[in-house]
């Protein structure tokens, strides 16, 4: 079973031709909206990579909290651990550029409301052998108390140290596994601009210091793990992307739900690397997140 414990979001997605740069404006192309949230992104990925999945999180009091829940409902996700406060639901503004590359602004919204009591229940309900999954668009005070618990629970732990918080260095030690893109994984290392190799042997060094499992997406060149003192490769799918919000999301609700599933962690990294990929040729985060026979088709 697995518990995501995290953000609920509406994307509000403008496509322009190219990113702006600062004080630029930009003539768009389409506007659209999707359900999204980091959380629920991730949720929505696990089920649909087949487990069975609880949110905990929250969602306000306006127009778009219903919109922001439909397709978890509609694709079985347990939500009877998600809040309704007063205020409005959070919202993600998101430009994507003609090649696909995105900036995005998140306004917490009832994200913000997601405390310690909830992060105490959440863990309450889970078993030794769950699987707790987090990232940081809520407080991470909230994140750190449901980390704490669940240590003490004997359940598994994935921290996403995304968005890039003052946090994120932190919280990652904490967690079993930790789940980073290249910016990321230097922050949780302390050091910047590694290259390949140098990067490789700050994975493995971490890895022996701290016994967690680290992982490190790279987008086109794959993904690179260290788990039980071996160093993983692996790819992706080559694809032209249409859209990548919602890749990084896709991979770890893939990675969660195959480990969840008892697949070896090697498969599973692969299964998350090509689901991740497919993610990225569809537009919008929850939308472009594809079902469990369209990866298989592809591993």
């Known amino acids: 079973m697995i518990t995501v414990f995290g953000s609920i979001n509406m994307d509000l997605i403008a496509t322009t031709p190219r990113l702006p740069k600062p004080g630029e404006t930009v003539a768009g192309t389409g506007f659209s909206t999707a359900a999204g949230g980091k959380g629920a992104n991730q949720a929505l990925a696990a089920r649909r990579a087949g487990s069975a999945v609880r949110m905990v999180g929250a969602v306000g009091r306006d127009e778009f909290a219903g919109p922001a829940l439909a397709l978890l409902d509609e694709a079985g996700n347990d939500l009877s651990k998600v809040h309704h406060v007063d205020g409005p639901t959070g919202i993600a503004v998101i430009l994507v550029g003609g090649d696909g590359e995105n900036m995005i602004t998140v306004v917490p919204g009832a994200n913000g409301a997601v405390g310690e009591p909830e992060a105490k229940e959440a863990v309450a309900a889970m078993q030794p052998g769950d699987f707790l999954m987090l990232q940081l668009e809520v407080p991470a005070a909230s994140v750190e108390r449901a980390l704490t618990d669940a240590k003490a629970r004997g359940v598994t732990t ?26 990321e994984f230097e922050r949780l290392a302390g050091r910047e601009a590694l290259d390949a190799a140098e990067r490789e042997q700050t994975l493995m060094r971490l890895h022996g210091e701290t016994g967690q499992t680290l992982i490190v997406t790279l987008g086109a060149d794959g993904v690179i793990a260290a788990r039980d003192s071996k160093l993983f490769r692996t790819m992706g799918l080559a694809i032209e992307p249409a859209d990548t919000v919602g890749a990084g999301d896709t991979f770890c609700g893939y990675l969660t739900a195959g480990l969840d599933q008892g697949i070896a962690f090697e498969q599973a990294l692969r299964r998350a690397a090509v689901a991740g990929s497919l993610a990225c040729l569809k537009t919008g985060a929850q939308p472009s997140i594809p079902t469990v026979d369209e990866v298989e088709r592809r591993v």
């Open 158 to 183: 994935i921290l996403n140290i995304a968005p890039l918080t003052a946090d994120a260095a932190r919280l990652g030690r904490m967690a079993d596994i930790v789940i980073a893109n290249e910016t």
